[in-house]
Antibody, heavy 120, light 106 residues
Framework: EVQLVESGGAVVQPGGSLRLSCAASGFTFNDYAMHWVRQAPGKGLEWVSLISWDGGSIYFGDSVRGRFTISRDNSKNSLYLQMNSLREEDTAFYYC?????????????WGQGTLVTVSS | EIVMTQSPATLSVSPGETATLSCRASQSVSSDLAWYQQRPGQAPRLLIYGAFTRAPGIPARFSGSGSWTEFTLTITSLQSEDFAVYYCQQYHNFWTFGQGTKVEIK
């Protein structure tokens, strides 16, 4: 069974940093590109970042580019999101997701999310 | 950035009836379009990719159509578990989501 479990969410002050993790199991992690998607409480989905299976291709949404970095450790079946210079508008549930092999770009499995709250 | 616009924002439908949801792209996305369902308190679930291909395990009452800039998700014979928020997503040029359509019980 495919499982994605995010962790690392917390309350942090504006300007602070946080590292999210996503532990993957039930599939061959290094075969898949992985995404981060976020959702502010009561709002819609916002794509954040993608990393290719080998880390060779990385993309970010405009609102986080230059502040967030994405990485993966295929030996540990883990995905990471390093978030720096956090702003109140970064407050959201952060989901990791596995990219669909059949249709690169869609996300076929999602974790349950981890909540990041940026507040003074 | 490709902007995805969904309509209506809220759709009131009676159980057993058909719901028709629309998604428009600000420029062509070919067939690089996915639909997701999100129930309260849950993560999104992939329903449709490639504009019309159902994801594994998705009931046949969910169908997708359209191409280029205009797309439709149709849900026939609405069941209680289908009342949720639905998002479209393009992956033709990076990745963007629509703002969602809430399907509520009439």
């Amino acid at each position: 069974e495919v499982q994605l479990v995010e962790s690392g969410g917390a309350v942090v002050q504006p300007g602070g940093s946080l590292r999210l993790s996503c532990a993957a199991s039930g599939f061959t992690f290094n075969d898949y590109a992985m995404h981060w998607v976020r959702q502010a409480p009561g709002k819609g989905l916002e794509w954040v970042s993608l990393i290719s299976w080998d880390g060779g291709s990385i993309y970010f949404g405009d609102s986080v580019r230059g502040r967030f970095t994405i990485s993966r450790d295929n030996s540990k079946n883990s995905l990471y999101l390093q978030m720096n210079s956090l702003r109140e508008e970064d407050t959201a549930f952060y989901y990791c997701g596995r990219e669909t092999l059949e249709a690169a770009g869609s996300i076929d499995y999602w974790g349950q999310g981890t909540l990041v709250t940026v507040s003074s | 950035e490709i902007v995805m616009t969904q309509s209506p924002a809220t759709l009131s439908v009676s159980p057993g009836e058909t719901a028709t949801l629309s998604c428009r792209a600000s420029q062509s996305v070919s067939s690089d379009l996915a639909w997701y369902q999100q129930r309260p308190g849950q993560a999104p679930r992939l329903l449709i990719y490639g504009a019309f291909t159902r994801a594994p395990g998705i009931p046949a009452r969910f169908s997708g159509s359209g191409s280029w800039t205009e797309f439709t998700l149709t849900i026939t014979s609405l069941q209680s578990e289908d009342f949720a928020v639905y998002y479209c997503q393009q992956y033709h040029n990076f990745w963007t989501f629509g703002q969602g359509t809430k399907v509520e019980i009439k």
